[in-house]
């Protein structure tokens, strides 16, 4: 089984997760030191507050590791489902969405792990595209976001 592409994606899923990156501040180095205060502030330029781009974070890494399990009907199509209820993200549940997102990162790493380079090349259920462009685009995902924090906690 070869594992050099995936073992190499799986290391900058967690890089940008995590710390190191070459960029800057990591997802979970922006969480774990911004104050609470600016969370849930709505900027007259943002459509999204910072818990709701944290809420969407941890429901892609979600929607990949239900893709993983096969599941064809998982989606994420509307703002709710990308962004969260009003109840989901609020000031009041910021720790839970950061304890959701690190649940979904441990979840999809671990999932990982469970496949080789074969899985690079198989289409996503329900999707037109592979493995390789969910995976890598999660990554571009993740740092496209990290720039979103950055300006709202401005």
């Given amino acids: 089984m070869n594992h050099n592409e995936l ?13 190191d990156a070459w ?7 922006f969480i774990n030191s911004m104050p ?3 969370v849930d502030v709505r900027k007259e330029y943002s459509k999204y507050t ?3 781009i944290t809420y969407h974070l941890g429901i892609w890494r979600k929607f990949v590791v239900e893709k993983l399990n096969g599941n064809i009907k998982f989606d994420l199509v509307s703002d709710e489902d ?14 839970n969405l950061v304890e959701q997102l690190k649940t979904n990162q441990e979840a999809l790493l671990s ?3 469970e496949f080789d380079d ?7 259920p329900g999707q037109d595209y592979d493995y390789y462009k969910l995976l890598t685009g999660l990554i571009q995902h993740d ?10 906690w401005e």
């Fill in 82 to 95: 990308n962004y969260g209820t009003e109840e989901d993200i609020t000031k009041a549940n910021w720790s």
């Fill in 23 to 29: 960029h800057g501040p990591s997802v979970m180095e």
């Fill in 50 to 52: 910072i818990c709701q």
């Fill in 111 to 113: 999932k990982l792990e």
């Fill in 7 to 19: 073992d190499k994606i799986i290391d900058n899923l967690d890089t940008v997760f995590r710390g």
């Fill in 36 to 38: 609470s205060d600016v």
């Fill in 118 to 124: 074969d899985l690079l090349v198989k289409l996503v």
């Fill in 143 to 152: 740092t496209y976001h990290l720039g979103m924090i950055w300006v709202l």
